[in-house]
Every structure is written in structure tokens, then in C-alpha cells.
């Protein structure tokens, strides 16, 4: 693949499992792709939520532990020299982001999650603006350019 998105945590959080054990199987996950491939990586964090005692057995988490397991995230990012995309973040804890039953993402809350995901991409990845260059140059302008030079 040219590129790995990973989203992992959230019910590894709400189901009582333990950081360091979350961890060591997410580090061996991302290594283990990065030594079979050379695609570009993306740890997406665990997107926020407001109800935890629903769905058991994932019912064990909190917002608490929702943001340590986030911050773990992001430094074994860094650890493992791959992009990270704070989700959570980009929703900015905002309940109207997050479904009726206050565990998932509703549609804004899924089209802000992914627009952080692609705002990772184009920040780090320059053929994105190359392609798009590229490609401009293929379509059919949609107003008179003669006319903007006038002005």
C-alpha cells in the first residue's frame, strides 16, 4: 500500500485494557508495516464521546482515559516516525458532534474527523498539491479568465 491509516484505541480504552499492553501492540503493529512496506502512515487518535457506561464490556473507559491513551498515541508517533491525526482535537469536545447514543461520530462529527485526517495529509505530503497543479491544467476554466485580468 502507499498509505496506512491507522484508528485504534477507543475500545481498547473502553474495554479496560492497559496503556502499556495498547501500546506495545500498537508500536509492534506500526513496526512491523513500516518494515514490510514503505507506506506512508497515519495513527488517527481515539475521536471524542460523551457517554462510557454503555456497551458492555465497553463500558470501563472515561474522558480521563480517552485523552492519556491520545497522548500515548501521539508520542509513540513520534517514537515511530509516523503522522498523527488528532481527531479528538479537531472536534473540540463539541456534543453535537457525536450520535444520539453518545459513543459515535454523527455525520459532522464524521466529516470533521475525516477533514483533520486529510489536513494531516496535504500538510505533509506535497504531491497532493503537485497533483492538483497537474491536473489543472487538463480542465476547462469555468469563467472568463480575460475578464478577472481586466480589472
Given at each position: 500500500?502507499?498509505?496506512?491509516?491507522?484508528?485504534?484505541?477507543?475500545?481498547?480504552?473502553?474495554?479496560?485494557?492497559?496503556?502499556?499492553?495498547?501500546?506495545?501492540?500498537?508500536?509492534?503493529?506500526?513496526?512491523?508495516?513500516?518494515?514490510?512496506?514503505?507506506?506512508?502512515?497515519?495513527?488517527?487518535?481515539?475521536?471524542?464521546?460523551?457517554?462510557?457506561?454503555?456497551?458492555?464490556?465497553?463500558?470501563?473507559?472515561?474522558?480521563?482515559?480517552?485523552?492519556?491513551?491520545?497522548?500515548?498515541?501521539?508520542?509513540?508517533?513520534?517514537?515511530?516516525?509516523?503522522?498523527?491525526?488528532?481527531?479528538?482535537e479537531a472536534q473540540g469536545m463539541a456534543p453535537w458532534m457525536v450520535d444520539p447514543d453518545g459513543v459515535h461520530a454523527n455525520n459532522l462529527g464524521h466529516r470533521v474527523i475525516a477533514n483533520r485526517i486529510f489536513e494531516v495529509l496535504a500538510q505533509n505530503c506535497s504531491v497532493l498539491a503537485q497533483s492538483a497543479v497537474e491536473l489543472r491544467k487538463t480542465f476547462k476554466p469555468w469563467r472568463d479568465e480575460s475578464v478577472l485580468r481586466r480589472r
Open positions: 500500500p502507499d498509505l496506512v491509516l491507522i484508528s485504534f484505541g477507543l475500545n481498547d480504552a473502553r474495554g479496560g485494557t492497559l496503556l502499556e499492553s495498547f501500546l506495545q501492540d500498537l508500536r509492534h503493529i506500526v513496526l512491523d508495516i513500516k518494515e514490510r512496506s514503505s507506506a506512508l502512515m497515519v495513527l488517527i487518535n481515539a475521536y471524542y464521546m460523551k457517554s462510557f457506561d454503555q456497551y458492555s464490556p465497553f463500558d470501563r473507559g472515561s474522558l480521563e482515559l480517552s485523552i492519556g491513551f491520545n497522548s500515548a498515541m501521539r508520542e509513540l508517533a513520534l517514537e515511530c516516525d509516523v503522522l498523527y491525526a488528532d481527531v479528538f
